[in-house]
C-alpha cells in the first residue's frame, strides 16, 4: 500500500500546485524550507523573563501584531514550561495571586455567613425571648445587662440554651428559598428586578415575595417557639420537628393549642407587612451603600493612590459591608412590629419561656391579644412605648460581633495580599 501524501511534502511545507500560490484560503502566503537552516532565524531559547523571547544575538523579534506564518502552518510549539503561554505571558506568582484571591474571597463569604446565622444565634435567641415575655420588669436595652442574663442562662441550663432551635432557623430558611424558586419558575412573577425596572415589575416581585412569606409561615411559627422555648422543659425534638409543626399548624394537627391560638389567615397581613417591609428597607440601604462604596473607591483609582492590596479588598468588602448595613437599619426600624409580630404567632401554643428577670425558673405565655391592633395598644398602654423594644440590647451585641468578624476578617485578609505581593 503506498502512502497518502502529494508529490513534493517533505515533512516541513508542501511545495506542490495551487497551495504555493494560494497558502490557506489565500489568507496567507505558503512558505517552504529547502533546508533546516532556513529554521534558525526564529528559532528562540526558552524564556526566563516574562514577556521577552530571549532571542539570539543579532536577530530581531517580529513586529507586533503580524502573524509568524511558520507557526500558523507548522502547528503550536511545545511550551518549554508548564503553565506559561506563547512568550512567558503568565507566571507561577500570578497564578498563585488568583487563587489566593479565590480562597480569600470564599473565606470572607463563609466567615460573614457563619457570623450570621450561628455566632450571633444566641443574640437571636434572648432577644425573642424578651420580646415574647409580656411579664418582663427589665427590658434589656442595654447590652451590660444582656450579657449578664445569657451568663445566667449559660450556668443554670448549659451553652445549648443559647443555640437552641438553630436548626430551624436553617429550615426555614431553606424552605423560603425552596419556595420563592419554584413560584418564579410556574408563575410569570420575576424573581430579580432588571436595571429596567418599571412600577409594574416592581409589583410583581412584592407581590413574589409577598406569596414565599405566606408560605413559610407556618414553619417560621414552629422555629419562633423551638428558640424561646426553655431548656428547663424542651424534649429533645429532631432537626425536622420544625416541618412536621409546621404542617401540622396548617391542616389543623399535632400539639394540642389553646383556644387563644389565632389562626393564621390573621397572621398572613402582619407577616407578609414585616417581610415586605424588611426587604424594602435592607434593598434601599444595601444599594445606597454600595453606590457610596463603589464611588469612593472609583474616585480613589483615579487619584493613583489605591495600592493593589486596596485594590483586591474593594472587589469583596463593599458588598459585605452594604449586607452589613442593610439588616442592621431594617432590624432597627423594624423592631417594634417584629416584636408585635413574635408575640401574636407565640400567643395560644402553651410555650414555656426562661425568667429574663432573674435567669432561672420559666414563665407561661398566656396573652390574649385579638390582632395586630389589639396587641400594639395592650403593649403601649402596660409596658409603655419602651415595651416594644425589649431586649433590644441583644441586637447591639449581635452586630458588634458581625463588625468584629468583618474588620478581623479584613485584617488578616489584607496581611496574606500583602505577603504574596
Known amino acids: 500500500m503506498h502512502p497518502r501524501r502529494p508529490d513534493g511534502f517533505d515533512g516541513l511545507g508542501y511545495r506542490g500546485g495551487a497551495r504555493d500560490e494560494q497558502g490557506f484560503g489565500g489568507a496567507f502566503p505558503a512558505r517552504s524550507f529547502s533546508s533546516a537552516s532556513d529554521l534558525s532565524h526564529w528559532v528562540t531559547t526558552p524564556p526566563d523573563i516574562p514577556g521577552s523571547r530571549n532571542l539570539h544575538w543579532g536577530e530581531k523579534s517580529p513586529p507586533y501584531g503580524v502573524p509568524d506564518t511558520s507557526t500558523l502552518l507548522e502547528g503550536p510549539a511545545e511550551e518549554p514550561f508548564p503553565g506559561s503561554s506563547g512568550g512567558g505571558s503568565s507566571s507561577v506568582p500570578g497564578q498563585s495571586s488568583e487563587q489566593l484571591n479565590r480562597f480569600a474571597g470564599f473565606g470572607i463569604g463563609l466567615a460573614s455567613l457563619f457570623t450570621e446565622n450561628v455566632l450571633a444565634h444566641p443574640c437571636i435567641v434572648l432577644r425573642r425571648q424578651c420580646q415574647v415575655n409580656y411579664h418582663a420588669r427589665h427590658y434589656h436595652l442595654t447590652p451590660f445587662t444582656v450579657i449578664n442574663i445569657m451568663y445566667s ?64 409561615m407556618p414553619f417560621y411559627s414552629a422555629s419562633l417557639i423551638e428558640t424561646v422555648q426553655s431548656e428547663i422543659i424542651r424534649d429533645n425534638a429532631g432537626i425536622l420537628e420544625c416541618v412536621k409543626e409546621g404542617i401540622g399548624r396548617v391542616i389543623g394537627m399535632g400539639v394540642p393549642h389553646s383556644k387563644r391560638l389565632l389562626p393564621l389567615l390573621s397572621l398572613v397581613f402582619p407577616t407578609v407587612l414585616h417581610g415586605v417591609l424588611h426587604y424594602i428597607i435592607s434593598s434601599i440601604i444595601q444599594k445606597i451603600v454600595l453606590l457610596v462604596l463603589k464611588r469612593k473607591a472609583y474616585n480613589s483609582h483615579l487619584a493613583e493612590s489605591t495600592s493593589p492590596v486596596q485594590s483586591m479588598l474593594d ?27 413574635h408575640r401574636l404567632h407565640i400567643q395560644g401554643t402553651r410555650t414555656i419561656i426562661d425568667n429574663t428577670d432573674l435567669g432561672y425558673e420559666v414563665l407561661p405565655i398566656n396573652t390574649q391579644y385579638e390582632g395586630m391592633r389589639d396587641c400594639m395598644n395592650t403593649i403601649r398602654q402596660e409596658e409603655g412605648m419602651l415595651g416594644f423594644y425589649k431586649g433590644f440590647g441583644a441586637v447591639v451585641i449581635q452586630y458588634t460581633l458581625h463588625a468584629a468578624v468583618l474588620q478581623i476578617t479584613k485584617i488578616i485578609y489584607s496581611t496574606l495580599l500583602q505577603n504574596s505581593v
Open 153 to 216: 442562662f449559660n450556668k443554670t441550663q448549659g451553652l445549648r440554651a443559647l443555640w437552641k432551635g438553630m436548626g430551624s432557623t436553617f429550615i426555614v430558611q431553606g424552605v423560603t428559598l425552596g419556595a420563592e424558586g419554584i413560584i418564579s419558575e410556574f408563575t410569570p412573577l420575576p424573581r430579580e428586578i432588571s436595571h429596567k425596572w418599571n412600577p409594574k415589575q416592581i409589583g410583581e416581585h412584592l407581590l413574589l415575595k409577598s406569596l414565599t412569606y405566606i408560605v413559610a
Open 315 to 341: 472587589a469583596y468588602f463593599p458588598e459585605l459591608i452594604a449586607n452589613f448595613a442593610a439588616s442592621l437599619c431594617s432590624d432597627v426600624i423594624l423592631y417594634p412590629l417584629e416584636t408585635v409580630l
